[in-house]
């Protein structure tokens, strides 16, 4: 596997932005499997640029980390040897840290407030091209779910994750959240995660609940708890030169089909959401709601710390508590 990885990669640094009979080749990668709601969501951008400029453009997508794992294919991404990557934001935290937002726990009140937070251009607008002077800038956004704990032991209360080792992504604030949760962060890709359980190298892990089905993490890890720490996008990214090299009227069809495919991913995800919890008990997995605010008193004061740290959070944070508010806690993911 190793091998192929390293193969595929020298050839695309070699042929870099690669045209084959007449067309330019566009590489997106991703680390899920295909049946998973960002790939779907690919599959509905692909289609959109392809009906339209299939003359000029050839859409393909690598998903299960085949071009490499997020970090990674980020870089590659920014150096234009691929032209789009789906990532977590805490993957781009170490590229601007305005990214560090979303890795803040109890940030959003409900999954409402998230999204309206998502579908906030005033927001996001300046998320999106913080990367610029690194090569590269989000086009859209994926909905991701909500991240809670599973592990290969129960966990009840904050108190049992003590000692135990989690492992994070490879994000600098997911570090920090899980210090003050008191529990040994174990930062890895996301590909590493199920050995890394099944061979005990870590106690757990934490994630939505398509890591248990989509990503079989269930096999291995059977108790789940809601205590609901974060909700955390992914992001459609693309190489910078290669968005600039689009014609006006192309970087239109290319930004609509950044917006279908954001709707025809959260479809999937709602469709697939639904089943998981299912699918994941048929495996072994068990289920269980904890005292949330428990969990929550552990960790608020990372949001300070982290905003002590970096001053483009607290604008952000100050009108997303305003979205709080307008919106109400309700539905909590
Ligand atoms: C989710 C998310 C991925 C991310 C993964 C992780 O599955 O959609 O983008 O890589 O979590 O925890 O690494």
Known sequence: MKRILVLLISTLFLTGCSVTGGKKIVRISHGQSETHPDHIGLLAFEKHIEDRLGDKYDIQIFPNELLGAAVKAIELTQTGAIDFVVCSTSNLETFDNIYEIFSMPYLFDSVDAYHATMENKEITDAIYKSTESSGFEAVTWFEAGTRNFYATKPIETPEDLK????????????????????????PMSFGEVYTAIQQHVIDGAENNELAL???KHGEVAKYYIYDRHQMVPDMLVGNLNFLNSLTPEERQIFDEAAEICTEAEREAWDKEIENAKQLAMDMGVNFKEVDTEA?????????????????????????IQEINAQIGGGQVG
């Open 213 to 215: 089905t989509n990503n």
């Open 295 to 319: 969990f929550k008193s552990k960790v608020v004061g990372v949001q300070e710390e982290l905003m002590a740290g970096n001053e483009k959070l607290r604008p952000i944070f100050d009108r």
């Open 163 to 186: 000692g135990m080792k989690i492992r994070v992504q490879q994000s600098p604030a997911n570090v920090k959240m899980m210090s003050a949760f008191g529990a040994a962060a174990a």
